[in-house]
Nanobody, 122 residues
Framework: QVQLVESGGGLVQAGGSLRLSCAAS????????MGWFRQAPGKEREFVAV????????YYADSVKGRFAISRDNPKNTMYLQMDSLNTEDTAVYYC???????????????WGQGTQVTVSS
């Protein structure tokens, strides 16, 4: 069992930055693939980024590539999402997720956090 808690969301102006954190409980964090997803109002939850268990593998959605960076600190059971050059289209609830493989589909993940709101103003 893995419990996930996101933090770091908030209100930021376009062009600004935020750093999201995902704190995990449970002994399996260091072997789990971790992902970030987001859901804007009226839209489906979409993939943002994924990181493999060791941190060596990462993959990003085209919409955030070059602006967002995913990382993890296994001894601290924490994953991060550094978000730079934010724009209004990044406004959404951001969720972290843990799974057995570094996929881009929601079904690849077994555990989800409650989400943290990110709002980008113009």
């Amino acid at each position: 069992q893995v419990q996930l808690v996101e933090s770091g969301g908030g209100l930021v102006q376009a062009g600004g930055s935020l750093r999201l954190s995902c704190a995990a409980s449970g002994r399996t964090f260091s072997t789990a693939s971790m992902g970030w997803f987001r859901q804007a109002p009226g839209k489906e939850r979409e993939f943002v980024a994924v990181i493999g268990w060791s941190g060596a593998y990462t993959y990003y959605a085209d919409s955030v590539k070059g602006r967002f960076a995913i990382s993890r600190d296994n001894p601290k059971n924490t994953m991060y999402l550094q978000m730079d050059s934010l724009n209004t289209e990044d406004t959404a609830v951001y969720y972290c997720a843990a799974g057995r493989r570094p996929g881009r589909m929601r079904d690849d993940y077994d555990y989800w956090g409650q989400g943290t709101q990110v709002t980008v103003s113009s």
